[in-house]
């Protein structure tokens, strides 16, 4: 936070006062990796800066009530060591989800449309006879009806099998998917903060997929030196390490994680700035920060074409504009088959969520 530079800031119209301080509260949370404190403070200079409260509610105020409503807890009542409760964490999740994918509309819980027609629920404009084992729910009343009038008259009107017309839909699949997270030291390398904004996008597309699309898994794993499994509720917390980037052991453990999970439908998303720097051999690491290194750069390529022969497609999310880190990432995605963007910090999220939503289609 040091040397963080606030733009001039334009109180909501909408919302109270503590609706305003709460957003904000949640922003500071994102960048502090969840030290309340610490939030509280830069939001007090916030307050000071552009005077958000009044005479009638100040910060006391705001502390307190983020007490009563259960957002924050003190469980030693001799100092100030709040820290954040499950309702925040899933709070701030919402919040992300917000303002990434506020494009999202929605949808049938767990469900993903594919280009392919079967038992599902997004119906088509397309009608075809009935057939055993077809869902009765989706059976088209009015064309059947029609039929029936017109195979047995009204006199002797009676609905048969042979009558039943149903409505097409769409078979809808599951997913499941792996988030990586490079939390090498790059990424708060020369003043840029990368991994705030990579935070906000795992909170967001974690609540999207367990609110909207709760039959799909979701794995997150970070990867620095090694690689470990993370939490959802852990997210808020992530901070960066002074770490080299092994990407090799991020995929590796990406695809343990797929391995055991029986859908068909996998996927891995990577979110990083920078090139491959670091693999282990042995007990050991082999690190080469400087330019692209044949021994690491192999690697990873050859990781990423077992994926897609197991059919694990990754989608990479670069957050740098470097032309021989362009070129890796070419190599990288022509391996693997996948796919790749080169987005600034405010275009990641939603280039994730397009893409999420594409890669949720069935393959062939």
């Known amino acids: 936070m040091i040397g963080w530079r606030f733009s001039s ?28 404190s610490e939030a509280l403070s830069w939001l007090t200079e916030l307050d000071k800066e552009y005077k958000i409260t009044d005479e009638n509610y ?7 009530d983020l007490i009563d409503k259960g957002y924050i807890q003190n469980p030693d ?53 009935y057939e055993f084992g077809d869902n009765l729910e989706n059976i088209a009343m009015s064309e059947s009806l029609k039929n029936a009038q017109l195979n047995h008259g009204i006199d002797e009107f009676k609905l048969t099998h042979d009558d039943l017309e149903v409505q097409e839909t769409y078979y809808q699949s599951q997913m499941s998917t792996v988030l990586m997270i490079d939390i090498s030291h790059s990424m708060i ?26 039959k799909d898994t979701l794995d997150i794993i970070v990867f620095g030196n090694d690689a470990w499994q993370i939490q959802i509720k852990d997210l808020p917390y992530l901070e960066v390490g002074p770490y080299h980037t092994n990407t090799v052991a991020g995929m590796e453990l990406a695809m343990d994680l797929l391995r055991k999970r029986r859908n068909p439908n996998k996927q891995i998303f990577m979110i990083t700035d920078g090139k491959p720097t670091c693999i282990k051999k042995g007990k050991k690491y082999y690190k080469n920060s400087f330019g692209l290194d044949r021994k690491i750069v192999n690697r990873t390529l050859n990781l990423a074409t077992k994926c897609r022969k197991l059919d694990i497609p990754i989608t990479t999310f670069m957050i740098a504009r470097d032309p021989y880190l362009m070129r890796f990432v070419d190599q990288f995605t022509k391996a693997n088959n996948g796919k790749a963007f080169f987005s600034s910090l405010q275009g990641l999220g939603e280039f994730i969520f397009m893409d999420y939503k594409n890669n949720k289609k069935r393959r062939k």
């Open 9 to 36: 800031f334009v109180p909501e119209n909408e919302g109270t006062i503590f609706d305003q301080l709460l957003k904000l509260f949640q922003e500071m949370l994102v960048y502090t990796s969840g030290n309340v």
């Open 58 to 64: 100040g910060m006391a105020d705001f502390i307190q």
């Open 77 to 129: 009542e001799q100092n100030d060591g709040f820290t954040i409760t499950a309702k925040m964490e899933i709070s701030m999740r919402q919040k992300a989800l917000d303002d990434i994918f506020d494009q999202v509309k929605k949808s049938k819980d767990g469900k993903h449309n594919t280009k392919h027609t079967g038992k599902g629920d997004e119906h088509t404009a397309d009608m075809r006879p």
């Open 189 to 214: 390398l020369y003043g840029e903060d990368r991994i705030t904004p990579a935070k906000k996008v795992a909170m967001a597309l974690a609540e999207l997929i367990t609110t909207r699309y709760p």
